[in-house]
């Protein structure tokens, strides 16, 4: 039986205000920030710890500021740098000076780039203690949820290669965050990990380097979130990555077309709340 709650359920949570879990448990949030072409997830834990993983381009940091501060959030327990991409790191530096972060986890490659520098010049400013991420690693942020590290860098191995992808687990409910990992790492991770999980985070904004059919096939997604912008210059997504999501039979949401996009979970069942409608979209050409 497929576990997803549809996002059209919203108009019964509005209409009738009782809890769709019935008993009240604690909830794990999981929010796809729209920051346009590049990545930023926030990870509300049951226990109120928060983890922010990548913050979009350089500009996009105002965004992501805006996005925590709406949330009344003060302080970020890890952030997560999944690689050195700009689209990626840029909008972390105002992050870091917004709110207080606790620890970083890095990949430990460098890139000779004025984001990168900006990035590594704040941590050592702040003196923010961060790690390097290792692959097979658990983190423990909250005891209530599973952390582990499927991907990270290795000698000779490109920015994209040398993504840290995660799943995160709470209770029955996973989230594999695939970053901008490239097919190659795809065929690994099948051989090494147990990947099916309800939620991917299709990899590299659902670029022709990743999302392979067999990999979708072992992950067994219900629910699929691409990360990009409408307009971007990559062709992000490909046709062939959209096929393969269809194939497997899992619901798209794109940041491009439903905006923010936050997925609650009780650890049984979850919940896809779209910030608006592919309806939102359209609008009618003067007479």
């Given at each position: 039986m497929r576990k997803l709650v549809h996002s059209f359920v919203m108009i019964c949570i509005l209409l009738f205000p009782i809890s769709i879990y019935g008993e009240a448990k604690d909830e794990m949030r999981v929010h796809f920030i729209n920051v346009g072409q590049g990545d930023s997830i926030l990870i509300q834990t049951p226990q109120d710890k928060t983890i922010l993983i990548d913050g979009g381009r350089p500009e996009a940091g105002?965004?992501?500021?805006?996005?925590?501060?709406?949330?009344?959030?003060?302080?970020?327990?890890l952030l997560v740098a999944t690689h050195p991409d700009y689209d990626h790191i840029g909008g972390l530096v105002k992050v870091m000076r917004a709110v207080e972060v606790k620890q970083i986890l890095d990949t430990g490659k460098i890139h000779f780039t004025k984001a990168f520098a900006r990035y590594v010049n704040e941590i050592r400013?702040?003196?923010?203690?961060?790690?390097?991420?290792?692959?097979?690693?658990?983190?423990?942020?909250?005891?209530?949820?599973k952390i582990k590290v499927l991907n990270a860098h290795r000698k000779n191995k490109n920015n994209n290669e040398s993504s840290i992808a995660l799943q995160v687990s709470y209770e029955d409910i996973d989230f594999l965050l695939m970053s901008d990992v490239?097919?190659?790492?795809?065929?690994?991770?099948?051989?090494?990990?147990?990947?099916?999980?309800?939620?991917?985070?299709?990899a590299h904004h659902g670029s022709d380097t990743s999302t392979s059919f067999k990999f979708l096939h072992a992950v067994k997604p219900q629910v699929a979130i691409l990360t990009y912008s409408v307009k971007n210059d990559y062709g992000h997504p490909v046709e062939r990555v959209i096929e393969n999501l269809d194939r497997v039979d899992a619901d798209v949401y794109s940041t491009a077309v439903y905006g923010d996009v936050v997925i609650t979970t009780?650890?049984?069942?979850?919940?896809?709340?779209?910030?608006?409608?592919?309806?939102?979209n359209i609008r009618e050409k003067p007479a």
């Open positions: 105002k965004k992501v500021v805006s996005y925590l501060e709406k949330l009344h959030i003060k302080k970020i327990d400013k702040q003196g923010i203690p961060t790690s390097i991420a290792k692959e097979s690693q658990n983190i423990i942020v909250d005891p209530e949820v490239e097919i190659e790492q795809e065929e690994k991770l099948l051989k090494k990990y147990q990947l099916e999980s309800e939620i991917i985070k299709v009780d650890g049984e069942d979850f919940l896809v709340l779209p910030d608006r409608s592919p309806l939102d």
